[in-house]
């Protein structure tokens, strides 16, 4: 025993990085079940259903931060690329803000339709009107020395947020 806190007192960084660790991993593991229960109080649990098996499961985290950037914002375009439970997290504010007068429209570009339509089947009737959603091929290409993704095809529109969550 007394080796031990004698090789802790010699060098403490791993003991301190394996009590970071665990603390960030609880805190995290508290704000996904707070983030998730946000979600079910709201009744809004049951749009984030998986439909497709490799599908990744929905980041709570990441939906709730969506919602509440959408909400507070109030935007009335939205560019996203990539399709998936971002889409109905944002959907679902767009919705909100509808009711206290503010009208916003959804706006998604995806390189594979078979994500779009994985994504389509799971959005109830009533947040249908505030979407559009544009297949549109990606290329990659190297600009000014960076390695980006080139649509070929993307709606007119003039965003006010725009969410890359795609190629």
Known sequence: MIQKILRLLKNPEPYIENLQSRYTRKKKKVLLSR???FFIEKGYIKYFSSGSKVEYKPDYLDLINLFKITKARKPKVILEFGVGFSTIAMLLALNENSRTGVNG??????????WIENTKKKIPKFLKNYVSFNHSQARINILNGQIVSLFDQFPDISPDIIFLDGP
């Open 35 to 37: 983030a998730e229960s």
């Open 105 to 114: 429209k959804l706006y998604v570009v995806d390189a594979e339709k078979g």
